[in-house]
């Protein structure tokens, strides 16, 4: 079972499945598609929210795209989840509950398995994929993203903008070569981009002359979160509105959107996204 919680995480299910549903009627008007559902961090099967007073399990998102048959299920599964642990958990589960259905479960990371699914894509023209991308920090590579270029993707991706990009950006702007490797890594960027994107550079006047110093941004999260949709637009035509994930002291999270190359996609997965974004 997984534990982690934020009624973000049922909002975030409830998003996936909701375009998953209309994904499969279209889906559904040209049988010349094959459909494939991919999870890169699918979970255990179930998800454990603790909030400290009550411990309530809920299905996790793989469960509920399973669950979807009407008007058709996705003609294939592909879950990825690196802990063997939840592997085994999230195959039995499937196993006894969907034995019908065509799904494969792998102990890997996804990034290799977002590779794997390029080159199957690129053989295999015919598929079209519904990814969801749901890690908890800033595991996917910027080349493993860059690899779908062109491809019939529509890519639900969860950015992890406070809790991952913003906590590396250190205010004084010294960040240690660890960390803006994994900033590079993370947005396919590099370091000088980087840092000019999110540091002002500022000068004081101090007894031995003038001493140059880096300034943050102040709306850095904000502005990691729409620097990562810029990047995904050089992969995809369009990327939706962003849904906004908050912690009870009203900081930025989390950024939730989704790339695609089809407008209609788009207009969906904004659709979806609105009426959270206004609560
Ligand atoms: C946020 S949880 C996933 C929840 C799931 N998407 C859901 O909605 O039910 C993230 C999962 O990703 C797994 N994980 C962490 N790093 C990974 C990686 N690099 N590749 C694949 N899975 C990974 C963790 O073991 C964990 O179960």
Known sequence: MNQFGGNWTEQKIEMVVSYAKAYLIIMNKYPQFKSLYFDGFAGSG???????????????????????N???????????????????????????????????????????????????????????????????????????????????????ILVPTGMG???????DGKISDAWLGKLERFLGLDKEYILNHFYKEKKNLTLFGEETFLEKEQNAIEKSGALYKERLKTVFKFVSESFVMKNSTNSIMYHFMMATNNATALKIANDVIKPKYKN
Request: charge should be negative; hydrophobic fraction near 35%; charged fraction near 30%.
């Open 165 to 171: 990009i913003n906590r590396l950006l250190k205010n």
């Open 46 to 68: 179930d998800i454990n929210q603790n909030d400290e007073t009550d411990i309530d399990a809920i299905k996790g998102t793989a469960i509920r795209i399973l669950e979807i």
């Open 70 to 156: 009407d008007p058709k299920s996705f003609d294939r599964y592909y879950f990825v989840e690196k802990d063997e642990k939840n592997k085994s958990e999230l195959e039995n589960t499937i196993k006894q509950n969907f034995p019908n259905k065509l799904f494969h479960v792998v102990a890997e990371d996804c990034n290799v398995k977002l590779e794997s699914m390029a080159t199957f894509l690129t053989k295999n023209p015919s598929y079209r994929t519904l990814a969801f991308i749901d890690p908890y920090g800033m595991s996917v590579d910027w080349k493993s993203i860059q690899g779908l270029r062109n491809l019939g993707v529509d890519l639900w």
